[in-house]
């Protein structure tokens, strides 16, 4: 319900995103009132809503762990280019699912350059 109200979303996207954050970054339900904190402080600095942010984060969590971001530093990344793109948080979001997908395939070694001796 603090999403909710703090966000200015519905109490069920609320609920969506918040349990897409705990899966997508393997924490406990105890610890949502902290996720909820990072957002409603981030809303209160950025020209972004926590709502939004919410929104833009559960399209990409769980690829932002795998790639070894930290929610911290994801929460930045998302906060910053929604600020200075405007773009809508489902585009954001989908960018960040985007880019980390690509930084598993650099990863995997999948387009690596082979050279011919």
């Known amino acids: 319900m603090m999403l909710s109200t703090l966000g200015m979303i519905e109490a069920s996207e609320a609920t ?18 902290g996720v909820v904190d990072k957002l409603t402080a981030v809303d209160m600095a950025a020209a972004i809503s926590a709502g939004d942010l919410a929104l833009a984060m559960s399209r990409a969590n769980n690829s932002a762990r795998l ?3 930290d929610m911290n530093n994801f929460i930045g990344y998302v906060t910053t280019v929604a600020d200075v793109t405007q773009k809508s948080a489902e585009s954001v979001g989908e960018s960040f699912k985007t880019i980390y997908s690509r930084f598993g395939n650099i990863k995997a070694n999948k387009y690596a350059a082979t050279t011919a001796d």
Do not use: M, P
């Open 67 to 69: 790639a070894g971001s």
């Open 16 to 33: 969506t995103y918040l349990i897409s954050t705990l899966k997508g970054w393997k924490i406990s339900a105890s610890e949502v009132v």
